[in-house]
């Protein structure tokens, strides 16, 4: 369906949209970064149903990020042992928030800038087992708006703050059906430019709580009810170096 489809073809958009400003500017150096993220996941069931009760998660997981002028993204990795069978169970989350329309610039002093982003979240989460032959996978299309503090601490020092709420549709591979999800993002990040040789250093806190309700809306579909409901807290360290 292509409900399944759509979170891949937003990431390919997510990926190429960035800001008119930042277009300018994609291409120079300093403005990309790539590195290894630690987060702490707790992915818990929320619904009524046995179905889908042994995709819950809590615990680490490991990954790549990367950074650029109008972009975030994630990707993290865990195996742990499943809750309803003595299996194993991967869980993999694919995460990509960029900010798809020139900001509105609220206050822009020497130092600090205080702007109004308008973003768009994709998010991907499939958990599988060894011997499980129907994988869940859930994916999500997000749109908000929030608040971004940019202040210059030092001539190769910034700090960035970020903070949005989005909300949007949320849909699984097992069942032909659209649900509501919302999440609240927000990320501190420390940038410091020529760290090493030309290099610089990102380091960055993210947390987001996310909602996933296939059928958080009943106009979409009555016949899945609560079976496929889950709420996430994801706590995740990146760090990253700058070129």
Do not use: C
């Amino acid at each position: 369906m292509w409900v399944n489809r759509a979170p891949f073809l937003a990431v390919l958009i997510t990926l190429v949209s960035v800001d008119v400003v930042a277009q300018e500017r994609f291409f120079r150096t300093g403005m990309h970064s790539i590195g290894l993220s630690v987060g702490i996941i707790d992915h818990k069931y929320t619904g009524n149903a046995d179905i889908a009760r042994g995709t819950s998660y809590q615990g680490p997981a490991f990954g790549l990020s990367y950074t650029g002028p109008q972009l975030r993204t994630t990707a993290l990795f865990a195996r742990f042992d499943g809750t309803r069978a003595p299996v194993k169970r991967t869980l993999v989350n694919v995460s990509g928030i960029g900010w798809l329309l020139p900001s509105f610039t609220l206050r822009n002093l020497d130092n600090t800038i205080l702007a109004v982003p308008v973003g768009l979240l994709v998010a991907w989460q499939r958990t599988s087992g060894d011997i499980d032959s129907t994988p869940l996978g859930t994916q999500a299309i997000l749109l908000g708006t929030g608040g971004v503090l940019e202040h210059q601490m030092g001539n190769r020092t910034r700090m960035k703050l970020r903070a949005m709420p989005l909300a949007g549709f949320t849909s699984t591979e097992i069942v032909n059906a659209l649900g509501f999800s919302w999440a609240a993002d927000a990320e501190a990040r420390l940038e410091v430019n020529d760290f090493f040789s030309s290099l610089g250093l990102n380091i960055s806190y993210i947390f987001r709580y996310q909602v996933w309700n296939v059928n958080g809306s009943r106009a979409f579909s009555s016949a899945v009810d609560e079976a496929y409901d889950y709420a996430s807290v994801m706590h995740i360290i990146s760090v990253e170096l700058k070129f």
